[in-house]
Structure formats: C-alpha cells, structure tokens
C-alpha cells in the first residue's frame, strides 16, 4: 500500500511565498514518476507538475512556470512544490500523485496513488 502526505499549505498574501511537501512510504519512491494538482471549488482537479524518477524531467501548466518549482529528494523519499509570486487563483487543494512508472506526465490518468490533500489560500 502506497501512502502519500501533504504538508505546508495554508493561508498567504499575494506575493507571497509557500512550499508544499509530499512525503511517500510503502513502495520503491526512487523510481516513481510524480505530479502536483490542484483542484478549486467548483472546478476540475487540474495538472500543476511533474516530475519523472530522477528529477532530471519537469513539467509545469503555463499558469505556473516561473513561479513554481517541483523537486525530490529520494534520499528522504519527499517531493516539494516551491510556490512564489502566489496569485488569488492559485487557491485550490493541493494533491501529491505517484505513478508506477518513472517517467513523469500531466495526465491525471497515469497516477495510481494519491495523496489526501493540502489548502492553499492566498489572499488579494
């Protein structure tokens, strides 16, 4: 069984600076493509990045590149999302994904196994 944990959410001002965490157990997270989405109220739950097993691949929706950053730490079987520049439209809940193949992607229907969640709220 696969286990995923969000952490570091909360409430910011515009401008304003968060970074997420994804911590994994249960399976071989080396070796695991991973993802960030998000989902506003009211909204379908929408690609924010990616990363394949190594950390050498990133992927990113237009609305973020160059604010948002996504990382790993294999060693520490953790993924992370730097968020800067936070704009009102990025509130949403955030979810951690995990595919069982390397290679990352914006699809939601390549991942297996998903977090429960974290709230970003940023304020205008």
């Known amino acids: 069984q696969v286990q995923l944990v969000e952490s570091g959410g909360g409430l910011v001002q515009a401008g304003g600076s968060l970074r997420l965490s994804c911590a994994a157990s249960g399976r071989t997270f080396s070796s695991s493509g991973m993802g960030w989405f998000r989902q506003a109220p009211g909204k379908e739950r929408e690609f924010v990045a990616a990363?394949?097993?190594?950390?050498?691949?990133?992927y990113y929706v237009d609305s973020v590149k160059g604010r948002f950053t996504i990382s790993r730490d294999n060693a520490k079987n953790t993924m992370y999302l730097q968020m800067n520049t936070l704009k009102p439209e990025d509130t949403a809940v955030y979810y951690c994904?995990?595919?069982?193949?390397?290679?990352?992607?914006?699809?939601?229907?390549?991942?297996?196994?998903w977090g429960q969640g974290t709230q970003v709220t940023v304020s205008s």
């Open positions: 990363i394949n097993w190594s950390g050498g691949s990133t």
């Open positions: 994904a995990a595919k069982d193949s390397g290679l990352g992607s914006n699809s939601r229907l390549g991942y297996k196994y």
